[in-house]
């Protein structure tokens, strides 16, 4: 769809990262009906208005730079940052016990 509509899709990459603060997430999915991960990576970048993916294949940090080329934002805020790290590992730890479909422990 991306390539189809490349003008427009570009352009909502560039509207991003000229955002002062921006969301940088990666992350792999998982393939519908197994826990096999997929082998590329999701990389979202968000701004208020709005949102830009991109998927690669891996998470390396070339890959990250290819992904945030020009960006010249906010990228550091330390003590929010880690805050919400601690937030998010908490998540993870009330997570990490279920049992299901997309859990650790589903049968693949």
Not at 27 to 32: E, L, V
């Amino acid at each position: 769809m991306a390539r189809h509509l490349e003008p427009t899709y570009e352009a909502l990459g560039h509207r991003a990262l000229d955002a002062p603060v921006i969301n940088v997430d990666e992350t792999r999915w998982a393939i519908m009906g197994t826990a096999k991960p997929a082998t590329g990576t999701v990389w979202g970048v968000h701004a208020p208005t709005v949102s830009y993916y991109r998927i690669l294949p891996g998470k390396s940090v070339e890959e990250g730079r290819a992904v945030l080329a020009g960006y010249r934002g906010i990228t550091t805020w330390p003590t929010a940052c880690a805050a919400i790290g601690a937030l998010i590992g908490e998540l993870y730890a009330i997570e990490r016990p279920g049992v299901g479909r997309f859990s650790s422990t589903a049968a693949a």
